[in-house]
């Protein structure tokens, strides 16, 4: 039997690479991506099931066609632009992906796609109100474009939903670590230091804290949410994982990879800096039950490892 085909945008990204290699083991996967902050070389592993489209989501007519020549059966939306100094140099960039998630969503309904996943954000819950981010409870406070952009998908989504019956599952991704990732973010920017034997910079006084997770648990929720129907039309907070500060963060990646680097602290950031992230993941694991997680030390030693191999 023949296997179905699906699209994946920002295919030759961190996550949407590893995703892509998950959606390999059962799907024909048209992986799409301009290349902007992804690398070709990310795609290389699941290479017989996958075929490369070097294309920016906001070219209508380049994804019209690539609608007319395939008949998707889901659309996992995870080009976006990334990265917070970046995105706060250029904001009016990020506001571009609105018209790329317009394009998919409006090709997506006439096409009678199944189901379109977006990689929402945790950002979207903004400087946290809350102690712990509910999907329900906690209110969004999205002001930086990044999480404005991720809000107004949310609601594109919603009212193809409602207007189309376009369905829908939305990953609020929180922060993520693992191999291929990009040096705008900071477990590799810490790794990248240490392997080169120079100081780690923090910005400010290194007490934000995050709650890092595995690259491959993101992943490891999909095929999940693709079998089970409770997913459909859900917002699922993805993450879990280690809450640890960025200070012994660096501490960390220090002693993993066995250096004598050492720390400097550069001014705080003024923007883009969330003090802490804690997620409800009562729904995750009430509606994807267990999911294989690799641990955040296991996962710490397979990311300085292949730091280490690629150079
Ligand atoms: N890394 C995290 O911790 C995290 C947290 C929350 C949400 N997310 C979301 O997950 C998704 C993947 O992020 P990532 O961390 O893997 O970053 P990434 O930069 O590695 O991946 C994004 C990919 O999208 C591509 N891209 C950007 N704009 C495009 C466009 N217009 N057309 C085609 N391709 C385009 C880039 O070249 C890149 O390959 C994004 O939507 C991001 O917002 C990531």
């Known amino acids: 039997m023949s296997r179905d085909t699906v699209l994946v945008t920002g ?31 990310n795609l290389a592993p699941a290479r017989e099931a996958v075929r490369f489209v070097k294309l920016d989501v906001n070219d209508r007519p380049g994804i019209k066609f690539l609608f007319s020549k395939n008949n998707f059966r889901f659309v996992f939306h995870y080009a976006a632009t990334v990265g917070v100094e970046f995105t706060l140099a250029q904001p009016l960039k990020v506001l571009d992906d609105i018209d790329g998630a317009r394009n998919l969503l409006e090709l997506a309904r006439l096409a009678g796609v199944e189901r379109v996943f977006y990689a929402s954000s945790s950002e979207v819950y903004g400087e946290p109100v809350d102690a712990v981010q509910h999907e329900d409870r906690t209110p969004l406070n999205s002001r930086l474009p990044y999480a404005v952009v991720k809000n107004l998908i949310e609601a594109y989504l919603r009212s193809y939903r409602s207007e189309y019956g376009l369905r829908y599952t939305i990953f609020l991704i929180f922060n993520t670590f693992g191999p291929r990732q990009s040096d705008a973010f900071v477990m590799t920017r810490f790794i990248r230091q240490v392997l080169a034997g120079e100081p780690l910079t923090v910005n400010g006084d290194g007490r934000q804290s995050r709650k890092l997770n595995y690259v491959g648990n993101k992943v490891a929720a999909v095929p999940a949410a693709i079998d089970t129907p409770a997913s459909i039309d859900q917002v699922i907070n993805i993450g879990a994982g ?30 883009g800096d969330m003090t802490r992230r804690q997620l409800d993941t009562g729904r995750l694991r009430q509606m994807l039950g267990d999911l294989p997680w690799v641990e955040f030390d296991d996962g710490l030693a397979r990311t300085v490892d292949w730091f280490r191999q690629r150079g």
């Open 11 to 41: 295919a030759a990204g961190f996550i949407g690479s590893h995703l892509v290699d998950r959606l390999a083991e059962r799907f024909q996967v048209v992986a799409v991506d301009n290349l902007q902050t992804g690398d070709a070389r």
């Open 242 to 271: 280690y809450e640890i500060s960025i200070q012994s963060l660096a501490e960390r990646v220090i002693t993993t990879v066995g250096s004598l680097s050492t720390i400097v602290h550069l001014p705080a950031r003024t923007e």
